[in-house]
């Protein structure tokens, strides 16, 4: 005996404790209507885990308590305990004996307690269900339900018929992966849904990356560039600085020897001819002298001051093309949030008017709104260049001033040039004996001039180069600022082309236009390196992050896609072990539904089949005037579960269908199922409330015949006022009720009585 003991307190009308003890195979509770003793099967639906209240008899948890009477109080909790023998292991627990306990309290609290230890529900469930045993299964038959498999729908009725094949495993880890498919896709739209608000970002890093990236590149790439132009920057001013200055020390010490010679010579003709034409000759060579020295100065001077303006000119010029980039900052939302709040008052403001032309003036002003954001949001940079232009004009100014005085002197030197000229044909006209001294000085001035014009042209070739060596150290420090302090290092570069070093030779002699066209593509490389920015770290260790974290949500995605893929392989497993065993277990359901129901009509024939449901479907047709219209028609849904359905025939009388059976027929027929499903998957005990009420002498005595067959798998409890059916139990108990409400337990054990009355 699988059942062993049950303890009632305080459950219904059970104010006190009662306990049964279940040691016959069959077991009967009888007692007058109303005596309580229907309250013994809600005791086990209660005890196994009945989670309707409804299904017990009840509105709310405290109606279970026992709720007093006028002469005792009521009771503050109801406890129901159970005692399973478990020596074969039909549970899967480490214990020979089980016992479940139940309690309810007036709050509505339930506690689960397993051999005395706490445990929630569930615990209790998987246990249950190991034998296939549940508060609602086709083993507990309450009064009234008899005819429920009857009335079922086909889909319930197949709910039923898995429970009594003990399908109620494959169930329960169906929808256990059904709820966990459902989480797990709920999950991965979680997940997707982190992707799509990282991803705007993570593009927006990308492309910040990748312009730092292009910056790197092209910042070596002017590193290379500004390298090879400083070192032959560098290497051409060095050698023809040095050339030049050699160049000039010769005709420079020459003018030293000339000038001395020259005093010489004047202090001769001096004494030769000491007239006021030699000292007014003398007077004009000196204020040759002083013009051409003072026109040498202010021609090194124009020297510096072009280089000036040329500096000046390419920094505005570089302002310029800088001020004809756009921008690619990032319009501020505010700025949007304006400009759209002033579009919506427009539109709302034309909507409200059913005036045509308000509305084209608002489409209007709309479109000029919008052409003034993006005019004013282009993010064109305008650098202001108004110092330097102010310098320039100052610089051009000066150094227009500074030209005119040079032609003023060249225009004073002609002059004196001349009058010289004029006053020494004078003297050689008139002095034929100072001639020789005159041809001395005369040599020696034109030689002098020769040497000043040399010099003069070494000089001015010097100050163009000074001015490039200003410009070279300008453009030194600006390299290192761009690329840093590697820049000062040009000198080690080695210049290679066509994979052959160039030589300083070929350095020196290149043309200076080439080199000028290094510096225009230097300057559009460094343009290109300003507008991309350098590099920042903060935006790639952000870029960083953010890409693992969307790598980490991929890697997510793809093992709840892996998860959701299992889960759909285990669900379509589990229904079709459950499909499979259903199929099978209904032909032998249906084989001992036939022989039970013709041992219970003395013939006949009855059957299981299984349908598809009914779903309306839409065809064309045609109407009695031939014209073409849409018919409903009923069509099996072929991707729904099969129901089951009954179909009966009844010896010596015409049966339609179960509708058209009375009472009685219906109740044999109700429990030839039941019957049928029990000898099938036999449950450890089966509980039958009042089952047998309809029947008459000779069916109760079938009924009888049939528990005593049905008592050799299962151990059973019946509830009856049927004298046949008591007859065959082995343990006897009798319910009643007196004046305080409260519902007492008497027992007989059959066998012990028969050996007393012997």
Not at 381 to 395: A, N, P, R
């Amino acid at each position: 005996m699988y059942l062993k003991h049950l303890t009632i307190g305080g459950f219904k009308s059970f104010a006190k404790k009662g306990e049964l003890e279940f040691s016959a195979p069959i077991t009967a509770i009888v007692g007058p209507n109303g005596s309580g003793k229907s309250n013994v099967a809600e005791s086990f639906r209660f005890v196994l885990g009945e989670q309707s209240v409804k299904g017990m008899r009840a509105k709310k948890g405290a109606d279970l308590i026992f709720n007093g009477s006028d002469s005792t109080s009521r009771g503050n909790k109801a406890s129901v305990s159970v005692v399973l023998d478990n020596t074969q292991r039909v549970f899967p627990v480490d214990f020979d004996e089980i016992v479940l306990e139940r309690t309810v309290h007036r709050d509505g609290q339930n506690e689960y307690l397993i051999n005395n230890s706490k445990v929630r529900l569930k615990d209790v469930q998987e246990l249950l269900s190991a034998a296939n045993i549940g508060p609602t299964g086709h083993h507990i038959i309450s009064q009234g339900e008899a005819d429920r498999i009857l009335s079922a729908s086909a889909k319930e009725r197949r709910e039923m018929i898995e429970d009594a094949l003990g399908l109620k495993v494959f169930q329960y880890k169906k929808i256990e992966a059904e709820k966990k498919l459902k989480k797990t896709s709920e999950n991965v739209e979680k997940v997707q849904s982190l992707r799509r608000e990282v991803a705007p970002h993570l593009r927006f890093l990308e492309r910040q990356v990748k312009k730092i990236e292009r910056s790197i590149a092209l910042r070596g790439e002017l590193t290379t560039v500004y390298s090879e132009y400083l070192k032959r920057e560098d290497t051409y001013i060095a050698h023809h600085s040095d050339r030049l200055k050699l160049e000039r020390t010769e005709p420079s010490q020459k003018l030293e020897d000339l000038k001395v010679q020259l005093t010489r010579a004047k202090e001769v003709l001096s004494e030769s001819e000491n007239d006021e034409k030699s000292g007014e000759l003398v007077s004009l060579e000196e204020q040759i002298s002083a013009v051409r020295a003072e026109r040498q100065t202010l021609l090194r001077k124009s020297g510096q001051l072009e280089g000036q303006v040329g500096f000046l000119e390419r920094r505005i010029r570089q302002a310029q093309e800088k001020s004809t980039s756009e921008s690619e900052a990032p319009i501020p939302i505010g700025e949007v949030k304006k400009v759209l709040s002033e579009i919506e008052r427009q539109v709302d403001k034309a909507v409200q008017s059913s005036d045509a032309s308000l509305l084209q003036r608002a489409l209007s002003d709309v479109v000029h709104t919008f052409k003034k954001f993006v005019q004013n949001a282009s993010g064109v940079v305008v650098i202001s260049t108004d110092t330097e232009e102010k310098e320039l004009k100052e610089i051009a100014k000066e150094l227009q001033e500074n030209e005119k005085d040079i032609v003023d002197l060249s225009v004073k030197e002609e002059k004196l040039s001349g009058q010289y000229e004029a006053l020494k044909t004078s003297i050689e006209a008139e002095s034929q004996e100072s001639r020789e001294a005159e041809r001395e000085v005369f040599r020696i001035v034109g030689e002098q001039r020769e040497c000043e014009n040399l010099i003069s042209r070494i000089d001015s070739e010097l100050s163009v180069l000074e001015r490039d060596r200003n410009e070279f150290k300008r453009e030194l420090q600006e390299a290192v600022t761009l690329i840093g302090s590697g820049a000062s290092q040009y000198f080690g570069f080695e210049i290679v082309t066509d994979g052959e070093v160039v030589s300083n030779e070929v350095i020196v002699a290149e043309e200076r236009s080439v080199q000028r066209e290094r510096r225009r593509e230097l300057e559009k490389m460094k343009i290109r390196l300003e507008e991309l920015g350098g590099a920042n770290e903060d935006i790639e260790k952000e870029y960083k992050e953010v890409k693992e974290r969307d790598e980490f949500l991929v890697h997510e995605i793809a093992d709840l896609e892996t998860s959701i893929e299992k889960l759909e392989a285990l669900i379509k497993e589990l229904t079709d072990q459950l499909n499979e065993q259903f199929v099978a277990g209904i032909d032998k359901i249906g084989a001992e539904f036939n022989r039970f129901f013709a041992l219970m009509f003395g013939g006949g024939e009855a059957k299981l089949m299984r349908v598809k449901p009914k779903i309306k479907r839409k065809k064309k047709g045609e109407d009695e005037f031939g014209e073409e219209i849409e018919i409903d028609e009923e069509v099996e849904d072929e991707e729904a579960q099969e129901g089951i359905e009954l179909s009966v025939k009844l010896p010596n009388k015409k049966v339609t269908g179960l509708d058209m059976l009375s009472g009685g027929e219906r109740a044999l027929t109700s429990i030839a199922l039941i019957f049928a499903m029990s000898q099938i998957n036999p449950p450890l005990f089966i509980i039958l409330d009042e089952t047998d009420a309809a029947l008459d002498e000779a069916n109760s005595r079938r009924y009888g015949d049939m528990i005593e067959a049905l008592a050799q798998k299962s151990q059973l409890i019946l509830i009856t006022h049927n004298r046949e059916t008591m007859s065959r139990a082995g343990i006897l108990y009798g319910v009643t009720m007196g004046g305080d409400g409260v519902s007492k337990l008497l027992s007989v054990k059959f066998d012990e009585a028969a050996a007393v009355a012997k």
